[in-house]
């Protein structure tokens, strides 16, 4: 089955980065676009940024120029390199994937920064 693992999140100060990691398995990963969400507490899930299975990728007007995304077929997974961190950028960030009608979430990473 498609699972999706997220890790690398943690406590940074502000301006630091930090990169995401999502490991996928269970679907042809270098075949389907992979995207990135974040929630902040008392928020709606909001976009981070998308990557096409060829590379092309979009971002999120409040994260352009400070995130990239990323993805390693090889490896089966995407990152999100996060810099110029800033404490509006806490939330659990999320990655996912759609296949044919379904959409599939990992569990989350816990991203906070510090002022």
């Known amino acids: 089955?498609?699972?999706?693992?997220?890790?690398?999140?943690?406590?940074?100060?502000?301006?630091?980065?930090?990169?995401?990691?999502?490991?996928?398995?269970?679907?042809?990963?270098?075949?389907?676009?992979?995207?990135?969400?974040?929630?902040?507490?008392?928020?709606?899930?909001?976009l981070v940024a998308t990557i096409l299975s060829g590379g092309r990728a979009n971002y999120g007007d409040s994260v352009k120029g400070r995130f990239t995304i990323s993805r390693d077929n090889a490896e089966n997974t995407v990152y999100l390199?996060?810099?110029?961190?800033?404490?509006?950028?806490?939330?659990?960030?999320?990655?996912?994937?759609?296949?044919g009608n379904s959409n599939y979430w990992g569990q989350g990473t816990q991203v906070t920064v510090s002022s």
């Open 1 to 46: 089955q498609v699972q999706l693992v997220e890790s690398g999140g943690g406590l940074v100060q502000t301006g630091g980065s930090l990169r995401l990691s999502c490991a996928a398995s269970g679907f042809s990963f270098r075949n389907y676009f992979m995207a990135w969400y974040r929630q902040a507490p008392g928020k709606q899930r909001e």
């Open 81 to 99: 390199q996060m810099n110029s961190l800033k404490p509006e950028d806490t939330a659990v960030y999320y990655c996912k994937t759609q296949i």
